[in-house]
């Protein structure tokens, strides 16, 4: 399953420009606000007709403007999550999901009704009217609507920002499982960094209205350039659970040593990605001794970049990458140079159970 796209369009003194591909799993639009996400995502739902362009879905083409064409947007096979619920308020929660199937085509494969309400843990909501739902319910709700269209993609339109944290952390196990057991391909913009790294399998960075970069996501947000101007940068670590340890940690392992990690509720064997801010590591030179912190990961530099006294180190640890957030003074202080061997700590406590998946 790829998505093309080829967009350009103008609206006063913006200029939206880009090219890029979506493959299966999750592609995340990730920018600051006015970059031209949520132009791009209307324009793919059918709700934005571009200047110029062309978008096709598994070969299947839904905008070419040089021919005149643009598909209808009940016709595009594409289901939409936006940022507020927008559930029909008369009527009860399984009269707003099974509003969706009103749009699938005949012949659009059957959506399991009972094993979406199921995946989604809505079935105790389903004689229940929006009023009485919080914004975690609702979004879930919407998130079931979309599905029983019969899409090819969903679009998640900055699904949880109009959410408090708590909400946050009860939406996005959601999300992952979509990707993960469904297989279905989201289009979800974000300019959260947290989302990004959990959800994430292509990272398509947008700023006034063209791409920077595209890739995978741990490629993407390891780079060290993006991640001098983002003060909450970080990287995507995978690691295997190896065991459940009876002082409250667990335990991954990663291509730069063990990581121990507050308690998962993942078995053993099970593949995580954990996200750590790259202000939480400390480097050193030779592996420390006597520290409280337990995870201390060896790798060799491969870049240094600085901007205004800050600097940040890449730690290459086999194919993945870590980043480090220091001052331009500790990188002089200690001599380090990209090639040289360097060791990463960090506090288990500083990886938050929302920045595992």
């Known amino acids: 399953m790829t998505l093309v796209v080829q967009l350009q369009h103008s609206q006063g ?3 939206l420009d880009v090219r890029f591909q979506a493959p299966a799993g999750i592609t995340v639009l990730f920018g600051p606000s006015g970059a031209g996400k949520s132009s791009v995502i209307n324009a793919v739902a059918g709700l934005l007709r571009p200047d110029s362009g062309r978008i096709e879905l598994n070969g299947r083409l839904l905008l070419d403007t040089t021919r005149g064409f643009s598909l209808p947007v009940q016709q ?3 289901g939409y999550v936006f940022q507020d619920d927008r559930l029909f308020p008369h009527l009860k929660v399984q009269q707003n999901i099974l509003y969706g199937r009103r749009f699938a085509p005949r012949d659009a494969p059957t959506v399991d009704l009972e094993r979406v309400i199921h995946m989604l843990g809505i079935e105790g909501l389903l004689s229940r009217r929006p009023a009485s739902l919080s914004g975690g319910e609702k979004q879930r709700v919407s998130i079931a609507r979309a599905l029983l269209c019969g899409p090819e993609m969903v679009l998640a339109d900055e699904p949880l920002a109009a959410l408090d944290d708590a909400r946050k952390a009860e939406i ?4 992952e499982r979509l990707r993960d057991e469904l297989h279905i391909p989201l289009l979800y913009v974000s300019h959260a960094l947290p989302e990004v790294a959990r959800l994430a ?12 970069q595209t890739g995978p996501a741990a490629q993407v947000l390891s780079d060290p350039q993006m991640a001098l101007g983002l003060r909450d940068a970080g990287a995507v670590l995978t690691g295997q659970v190896t065991a459940h340890h009876a002082d409250g940690l667990s335990e991954i392992h990663t291509r730069g040593g063990p990581l121990f990690i507050p308690r998962s509720a993942a078995a053993i064997g099970t593949q995580l990605r954990v996200r750590i801010e790259a202000q939480d590591v400390i480097l050193s030179r030779h592996r420390p001794v006597g520290l409280s912190a337990m995870n201390i990961l060896e790798g ?6 600085s901007r205004a006294g800050d600097a940040m180190v890449v730690l290459q640890m086999g194919e993945e990458r870590l980043l480090a957030r220091v001052t331009c003074r500790a990188v002089a202080t200690l001599g380090l140079q990209v090639g040289d061997s360097c060791h990463a700590i960090m506090k288990s406590v500083a990886l938050a159970p929302g920045d595992i998946s």
């Open 300 to 305: 060799r530099i491969s870049a240094i970049s």
């Open 13 to 15: 003194d913006f200029a």
């Open 201 to 212: 399998t292509t990272v398509v960075t947008l700023e006034d209205g063209k791409v920077g």
């Open 172 to 175: 996005l196990p959601y999300f």
């Open 76 to 78: 595009r096979r594409i």
